[in-house]
């Protein structure tokens, strides 16, 4: 049974920082990929950032530039980095990780207000 676990999420100011986790029940190595999504109230759940198990990351435009999506195998924990952060960035952002199956987490809460 495979469990992703976000955490990290929270309230912060416009232009500001935040690194959600999440960590996976096992190794990362085990997945294809992994990424992370979001949705904000009202719209449909989009991608963020992904990462292979080579490394290969690729990031939705809204993102590039301000994100960074990384991998510790040693902690079985992805994160993303999210810089100059700003009020369209609010959302429930979800873990994802792929290999013959879809595995999710169960969101953590971003708010981005001054």
């Known amino acids: 049974q495979v469990q992703l676990v976000e955490s990290g999420g929270g309230l912060v100011q416009p232009v500001g920082s935040l690194r959600p986790s999440c960590e996976a029940s096992?190794?990362?190595?085990?997945?294809?990929?992994m990424a992370w999504y979001r949705q904000a109230p009202g719209k449909q759940r989009e991608l963020v950032a992904s990462?292979?198990?080579?490394?290969?990351?690729k990031y939705a435009d809204s993102g590039k530039g301000r994100f960074t999506i990384s991998g510790d195998n040693a902690k079985n924990t992805v994160y993303l980095q999210m810089n100059s952060l700003k009020p369209e960035d609010t959302a429930v952002y979800y873990c994802?990780?792929?290999?013959?199956?879809?595995?999710w987490g169960q969101g953590t809460k971003v708010t981005v207000s001054s």
């Open positions: 994802n990780a792929v290999n013959d199956q879809v595995f």
């Open positions: 096992g190794s990362i190595f085990r997945f294809n990929a």
């Open positions: 990462i292979t198990s080579g490394g290969s990351t």
